[in-house]
C-alpha cells in the first residue's frame, strides 16, 4: 500500500490492484443511488462495476487514483470508505468501454460534449491535465470530510507526477461545493433541462442544479 497521509483516521493511499473489486463496489454503490445522472438514466449499479473495472487498467497505469480506508492495525487493511477515480485526460479511453455499460450512453453523450468545448480552447496533451471524474464515499462514513480529503491527495499527486492542471466534471450540488472549497474554476456548463439524447431528454427530471460543471484547477499553489 503507498500510504500519502492519514486524517481523522482515514488512510489516503494510491490505488493498488488488491483496491480495484471494493473500489467497483463502493463506487456502483454510489453513483448507482446518488449521482444525479445516473439515477436519471436508471444506470443499474452492475453496469458501474463493470465500468470501473474496465477502467481500473488505466488507472493502476497512470498513478492518479486515491482511496480512503479506515485505519487498522499493521496486519490488515480497513474498509474503503472513499474513492477518487482519476486519469490522463490526455490519453484515449480504454478500448471498448461504451459498450461494458450500455445505459451510460447519454451520461457519456453529456460529458464528451462538455469536455469538447474546453478541448477546443485548450490544449490537452498527455502528461498535462489530470481528470478527476468518479469521486464517491461510503453513506456511513460522510461526515469526516473524505470528499475534499481525496480532492487534496489527487491534486498533490498529480503535481508529483509532473501535471499542471486538473480538470473534473462535477454533476450535482454536493460535488460542485466540494471542487469550489478546493479551489477549482467553473469553465462551462451543460444544462439538464435543454440536454437530449436519441430524441429524449433524459436529464429533465434532475432539480437543484442547472448541469454538470465543468471545472479547473492549476496545480502549484496552496489549497483553499
Given at each position: 500500500?503507498?500510504?500519502?497521509?492519514?486524517?481523522?483516521?482515514?488512510?489516503?493511499?494510491?490505488?493498488?490492484?488488491?483496491?480495484?473489486?471494493?473500489?467497483?463496489?463502493?463506487?456502483?454503490?454510489?453513483?448507482?443511488?446518488?449521482?444525479?445522472?445516473?439515477?436519471?438514466?436508471?444506470?443499474?449499479?452492475?453496469?458501474?462495476?463493470?465500468?470501473?473495472a474496465?477502467?481500473?487498467?488505466?488507472?493502476?497505469?497512470?498513478?492518479?487514483?486515491?482511496?480512503?480506508?479506515?485505519?487498522?492495525?499493521?496486519?490488515?487493511?480497513?474498509?474503503?470508505?472513499?474513492?477518487?477515480?482519476?486519469?490522463?485526460?490526455?490519453?484515449?479511453?480504454?478500448?471498448?468501454?461504451?459498450?461494458?455499460?450500455?445505459r451510460f450512453?447519454?451520461?457519456?453523450?453529456?460529458?464528451?460534449?462538455?469536455?469538447?468545448?474546453?478541448?477546443?480552447?485548450?490544449?490537452?496533451?498527455?502528461?498535462?491535465?489530470?481528470?478527476?471524474?468518479?469521486?464517491?464515499?461510503?453513506?456511513?462514513?460522510?461526515?469526516?470530510?473524505?470528499?475534499?480529503?481525496?480532492?487534496?491527495?489527487?491534486?498533490?499527486?498529480?503535481?508529483r507526477r509532473?501535471?499542471?492542471?486538473?480538470?473534473?466534471?462535477?454533476t450535482?450540488?454536493?460535488?460542485?461545493?466540494?471542487?469550489?472549497?478546493a479551489g477549482?474554476?467553473?469553465?462551462?456548463?451543460?444544462?439538464?433541462?435543454?440536454?437530449?439524447?436519441?430524441?429524449?431528454?433524459?436529464?429533465?427530471?434532475?432539480?437543484?442544479?442547472?448541469?454538470?460543471?465543468?471545472?479547473?484547477?492549476?496545480?502549484?499553489?496552496?489549497?483553499?
Amino acid at each position: 500500500m503507498n500510504l500519502l497521509h492519514v486524517a481523522e483516521g482515514v488512510e489516503y493511499s494510491l490505488l493498488h490492484e488488491a483496491d480495484v473489486p471494493d473500489m467497483a463496489t463502493l463506487l456502483a454503490e454510489a453513483f448507482s443511488r446518488f449521482e444525479p445522472m445516473a439515477v436519471a438514466a436508471k444506470l443499474p449499479a452492475s453496469q458501474v462495476a463493470h465500468m470501473v473495472a474496465a477502467l481500473a487498467p488505466k488507472a493502476l497505469a497512470e498513478q492518479l487514483t486515491i482511496v480512503a480506508r479506515l485505519s487498522a492495525p499493521e496486519s490488515s487493511r480497513g474498509p474503503l470508505v472513499g474513492v477518487l477515480l482519476a486519469d490522463d485526460f490526455g490519453t484515449a479511453p480504454p478500448p471498448g468501454i461504451e459498450d461494458v455499460a450500455p445505459r451510460f450512453a447519454p451520461i457519456g453523450t453529456l460529458l464528451d460534449g462538455l469536455d469538447e468545448q474546453y478541448r477546443a480552447t485548450t490544449p490537452v496533451a498527455p502528461g498535462t491535465h489530470a481528470h478527476l471524474f468518479m469521486l464517491g464515499v461510503a453513506e456511513h462514513a460522510g461526515a469526516r470530510g473524505i470528499a475534499g480529503q481525496l480532492v487534496v491527495a489527487c491534486m498533490a499527486q498529480a503535481h508529483r507526477r509532473g501535471y499542471h492542471t486538473t480538470v473534473t466534471e462535477a454533476t450535482g450540488a454536493v460535488s460542485q461545493h466540494v471542487f469550489r472549497k478546493a479551489g477549482f474554476q467553473h469553465v462551462a456548463t451543460a444544462s439538464y433541462c435543454d440536454f437530449s439524447h436519441e430524441g429524449q431528454r433524459v436529464f429533465s427530471t434532475i432539480t437543484g442544479v442547472e448541469g454538470t460543471m465543468l471545472m479547473r484547477r492549476a496545480l502549484g499553489g496552496p489549497v483553499p
